[in-house]
């Protein structure tokens, strides 16, 4: 079932009609207070975690409830509790998510639907069980990695979960942390580290495209895709430059026409992997059909080739084991009387390739085998955030110093970009954190509604940010990518949190993390009262 089909707000459609009544452009102005009821929002929850672990860390029982806000009328889905039962292995596990309606502006599909709210609350309280169990926050996931899926009990298509743990904290310097709380400054500031497991589940659609090579070397690639700031044009663009072997500064990627084969929506972080898939085996195809043509031609010194005995490159076809056995695509076309050769194809859904599949790696094509169904769990991007704050104690401010994610999202087609999709994820968590927060007055009616109001993070709160990439390709499809565009949001809101309280010893279960309740915090310790320090002798904590 596809829980994340995108919506159209009322407002775009009623530009539509009026364009169709007046049979003239029509251009639609919101002010920005009605942004904040018309495009949706992310639904407030209240989650509760109960856990239970032995005295040596191993994780006994996880129950997590949770309640959600929808409106009055509509439908939507937000699986929070969703994440939760692939997390950790654990023999006693218990979701339950109820969704209350009251009268508020329809909710919407924030990034990482669920999986955002979910996860902040099971990271704290992780966290807050590693204390009390007295392991290091790592040392305590580790010891609970599930290395299969914990319901399933099959093993992951692809799981870089502890290499991002260990190579993360290497980063990071994890191994400078004093485990006390409130124990390590800089200068005035309490200085805090704290870690997150992050992922997302997998999400990929069918998808076709079409590829084009003409006669002058030329190649077109399209597909009824769009895109809204991710980078398809760039990364199909790179992708059918390396399966083919042409020249990237001769490939052309089109999207956003109808008229072009139907592709899945921008969202869900999946259009990557369903896109890219259909662009690899369209690319495919055209290549073996190129071969098809050559295979049997007295002319060609292709003659008798096969496709797992070539590799592209420089525009054409070369026979791997003889380099001087080439011949370009424009010479092909030209010798058979053809313009340009087409072909239109269809990617892999996880799981699903054709024995006949091949990948192409380095312009060399490699046979691919689908793992057998029901053999592998679809694992979706895994990483692990590392983050320092600096807290000002008598001020209340909580300012992030530097974040290290290190992330498991499968083959990376384009590390740039893939880093500034983290880097834009980790920037939302940061706002959702920190300084987002809807108010309504005792009416129901918004008062936050400008960004002067609606805080946001800009880029003095976004510092020092360090992206790596680990892992492998997911072995579930031929192209072997994950998704990665809202990973980076989930898990990063309790690594700050969990940092929070290893510079304050004030444990926050609410976002955000506001100066009035890091204040209230400080003056109850300067009041005299007990100050919070790690938590041991109990095996068991609910929140």
């Not at 049979?23 to 407030?44: C, D, E, I, W, Y």
């Not at 309280?125 to 996931?141: C, H, T």
């Not at 997302?200 to 690639?221: H, K, M, N, S, W």
């Not at 009262?529 to 929140?543: C, F, N, Q």
Request: contains cysteine; hydrophobic residues 40%; proline residues 6%.
């Amino acid at each position: 079932m596809n829980l994340r089909p995108l919506r159209v707000w009322p407002h775009t459609t009623l530009a539509a009609l009026a364009a169709r009544v007046t049979k003239r452009p029509v251009k639609l102005v919101l002010t920005r207070a009605q942004m904040f009821t018309s495009v949706g929002h992310r639904p407030n929850t209240i989650q509760q975690l109960s856990l239970g672990a032995s005295r040596e860390g191993q994780l006994t029982a996880i129950e997590h409830v949770s309640s959600s806000s929808i409106d009055m009328a509509d439908e939507l889905i937000n699986p929070i509790t969703h994440g939760t039962t692939e997390a950790y292995m654990c023999p006693n596990l218990v979701t339950r998510a109820t969704q209350f309606r009251v009268n508020i502006p329809t909710p919407g599909w924030m990034r990482a639907p669920g999986e955002a709210e979910g996860s902040f609350a099971l990271e704290s309280a992780i966290d807050e069980l590693s204390y009390a169990v007295g392991l290091d926050p790592i040392e305590f996931r580790l010891k609970n990695h599930a290395h299969v899926h914990p319901e399933t009990g099959l093993p992951w298509s692809s799981n870089a979960l502890i290499d991002c743990y260990r190579q993360g904290a290497e980063r990071f310097g994890w191994s400078a942390r004093a485990p006390m709380p409130r124990s390590m400054r800089n200068g005035r500031r309490l200085v805090g580290y704290g870690v997150a497991r992050a992922a997302l589940q997998a999400y990929q659609e069918p998808c076709r495209a079409i590829a084009t090579i003409r006669r002058d070397g030329t190649a077109f690639v399209r597909s009824g895709a769009t895109d809204i700031g991710p980078g398809p044009y760039t990364v199909m663009t790179m992708l059918a430059a390396d399966c083919l072997g042409v020249p990237i500064e001769r490939v052309r990627f089109g999207l956003g026409d109808s008229a072009m084969p139907k592709a899945p929506q921008e969202g869900g972080s999946g259009l990557t992997g369903a896109l890219g898939n259909a662009v690899h085996a369209t690319c495919v195809s055209l290549v073996r059909a190129f071969v098809r043509l050559v295979s049997d031609d007295e002319l060609s010194p292709l003659r008798g080739c096969r496709l797992e005995a070539i590799t592209v490159r420089d525009g054409g076809i070369q026979m791997t084991d003889d380099p001087a056995r080439f011949e370009t695509y424009g010479d092909i076309l030209t010798r058979h009387g053809l313009d340009e050769l087409t072909i239109e194809g269809e990617g892999a859904t996880p799981g699903e390739a054709s024995p006949a599949t091949m990948i192409v790696r380095q312009g060399r094509f490699i046979p691919y085998t689908a793992p057998s169904t029901g053999s592998r769990a679809h694992a979706g991007g895994l990483a692990a955030h590392f983050v320092e704050v600096h807290v000002d104690a008598d001020l209340g401010t909580v300012r992030v110093a530097r974040v290290v994610s290190a992330v498991d999202g499968g083959r990376i087609l384009n590390p740039k970009t893939a880093r500034s999709q983290i880097i834009g994820g980790l920037a939302m968590g940061i706002g959702m954190a920190l300084l987002e927060e809807t108010v309504s007055d005792r009416t129901g009616r918004l008062v936050t509604t400008s960004l002067a109001d609606y805080v946001v993070a800009t880029n003095a709160d976004v510092r020092d940010v360090d992206v790596l990439f680990v892992g492998e390709p997911d072995s579930m499809t031929p192209l072997g990518a994950k998704g990665v565009g809202e990973l980076a949001i989930t898990g990063i809101p309790a690594a700050i949190a969990n940092a929070v309280y290893h510079a304050t010893g004030l444990r926050i279960r609410s976002l955000p993390i506001s100066i009035e309740k890091v204040l209230e915090h400080e003056s109850s310790i300067l009041g005299g009262s007990t100050p919070v320090a790690a938590l041991a002798g109990t095996a068991s904590k609910e929140i």
